[in-house]
């Protein structure tokens, strides 16, 4: 019982006291209506006691359990699509537009206050290790870092700079631009550019690679560079901003550079460019596979696995609607990257900030 009085204290605290959706006295709801009224206010119960469960914890300084963002992150997920799900069968509750600018058809602006929540608490679920070895300019690093490896890989000035600008774009996908960070949601994943073991063994492989032309061509970075890969030497490379940010891109991002030109043709838009490049962190495969074959806004995805990964990176995975797609072209898969956009227009502005160096 105080457990429970606790929590609910901090409900109260949050000022989250559970709502009810009560119709009009004229409104009469279907079985349809009803249903997913009602699923609604269950899923925004649920958001709103775990969240309330995740913060006791995190005060009381209690051990939490293993991957401890997963639940709130699922229950945010089953908010945003029993939402969505009620503006499908109750148009009326479109509502006003919100500061994520999430489409008003799947959120209510009324529960913001629950998702700065959300944000503050993986802030401090995910917060860098004892140890981190930060940068003092961790931005810069990221667009000096991709326009190095852009012209090593033959880009013109021009396009090495939009490379650095997409990279800075990842940064804050990945981590809203925080660095050295981990991963709520999984003990896999760590740092700047959220990185696995092996695909920071294998990023390190392809720096060492082209190192020499990279020395030949910036010798400054270079130095850089060799300063960091000894600061980093006998600890988790991730953890450190500059060596997991230059692996991450040679991961899976180098490569991909040269075909920045016919990018920008195809995609004017840096925002849709950026959403592009991510989905080679997300889907890489067909990602690729859309970029050679000549006609990527058309392309299409089939693929269950593809799907899931996708869904699991918050594309097409609210409502039943959007959950119930088995294939999509890449122009629908950029259209339904509405949750990034508000962290692409973060990086643009920091891009803007840095760019006169």
Known sequence: MPARRQLLAIIAALGLALTTFVP??????????????????????????????????????????????????????????????????????????????????????????????????????????????????PFNDVVDLAAAIARAKGLAPIHAEVAGRISLGLFFAETNGKQNVRNGRSNTYMGSFQTGPSEDRNGRRKWEAIKAEIAASDPELSARDDKEEARARDTDHRFNHWTNVRDGLMNAHADVFRDIPGIVKTLPDPIDQMKLFELIQIVPTPTRSALKSGDLLNYRVSSPTIMKHLRNNSIFAFGQADRARTSVSFREILGAMWLFKRKFEKAMAKYAEIKPR
């Not at 939490?64 to 699922?74: E, R, S, V």
């Open 24 to 137: 009009s006295q004229a409104q009469t709801l279907t079985a349809r209506q009803s249903e997913a009224a009602a699923t609604y206010e269950r899923a925004l119960g649920d958001f709103k006691a775990i969240l309330a469960e995740r913060r006791r914890q995190i005060d009381a300084k209690e051990p939490l359990p293993n991957l401890p963002g997963q639940a709130i992150y699922l229950a945010r997920v089953a908010v945003i699509s029993a939402y969505k799900d009620l503006t499908d069968a109750i148009p009326s509750k479109i509502g006003r537009p919100n500061k994520f600018e999430i489409p008003p058809a799947y959120f209510d602006a009324d529960i913001e206050p629950l998702i700065d929540e959300y944000s503050k608490l993986f802030d401090i679920m995910e917060a860098p290790p004892a140890g981190a070895q930060n940068s003092a300019t």
